[in-house]
């Protein structure tokens, strides 16, 4: 199986609020990513934990703060948001996320509106 | 640098008819390819990879795809599309330095009936 999975499915938030997204994998991997997409162009990379740890911070702005409690969860804590970031938020996984063969597999994302 | 390009932003196709959507690579090492599929509103479905070995690689929903290193290219095939195969679709090069992949722009297939 790979799923993972993301909630919620649809967020709208204000500029002043805050909210968490969340990503959740069952398949014993050990890396995971957040991305994020704009209509019509491919996902960004915004942060990667390997192992538990922060590995990779694509120069993310601090109103987004991901964390990862376990092996198996991955969350985005937003804060102080912007209409522009509004866009769709997309988790990954992959077994390593230090081997150059290593595979990513995607979730179904969070639609986020920031009004 | 690395990079990869999708020369085709959008491609209309007859339901049916053969698919082919380009990808060409810009890598300095045994480039590791994959294509992923977006439908609309979705997160992206591993389609296939390339890592090594046969340079005919064969994917889920009935798709191919052939590594060409003289033409640095990984073109993805469909012999019969169906209407279900609208989307859009990402080829991307890598990972590298812990987990980066690298995307191409995309390429919006449409599909007629």
């Known amino acids: 199986d790979t799923e993972v999975t993301q909630t919620p499915k649809h967020l709208v938030m204000g500029m002043t609020n805050k909210k968490s997204l969340k990503c959740e994998q069952h398949?014993?991997?050990?890396?995971m990513y957040w991305y994020k997409q704009k209509a019509k162009k491919p996902p960004e990379l915004m942060f990667v934990?390997?192992?538990?740890?922060?590995?990779i911070n694509e120069s993310v702005p601090s109103r987004f703060s991901p964390e990862c409690p376990n092996s198996s969860l991955l969350n985005l804590h937003l804060h102080a948001l912007q209409p522009e970031d509004s866009a769709l938020y997309l988790c990954?996984?992959?077994?390593?996320?230090?081997?150059?063969?290593?595979?990513?597999?995607f979730g179904p994302g969070t639609r986020l509106t920031v009004l | 640098a690395q990079s990869v390009t999708q020369p085709d932003i959008h491609i209309t196709v007859s339901e049916g008819a053969s698919l082919e959507l380009r990808c060409n690579y810009s890598?300095?090492?045994?480039?590791?390819l994959f294509w992923y599929v977006q439908s609309p509103g979705q997160g992206l479905q591993l389609l296939l990879k390339?890592?090594?070995?046969?340079?005919l690689v064969q994917g889920i929903k009935g798709f191919e795809a052939e590594f060409k290193r003289s033409q640095s290219s990984f073109n993805l095939r469909k012999p019969s599309v169906h209407w279900s195969d609208a989307a859009e679709y990402f080829c991307?090069?890598?990972?590298?330095?812990?987990?980066?992949?690298?995307f191409g722009q995309g390429t919006e297939l449409s599909v007629k009936p």
């Open positions: 990954a996984s992959s077994q390593l996320g230090t081997s150059a063969t290593d595979t990513q597999y």
């Open positions: 398949m014993g991997h050990r890396a």
């Open positions: 934990y390997s192992y538990e740890k922060l590995s």
């Open positions: 890598y300095g090492a045994t480039p590791y």
């Open positions: 390339y890592f090594s070995g046969d340079t």
């Open positions: 991307a090069v890598g990972p590298n330095q812990g987990g980066k992949l690298i």
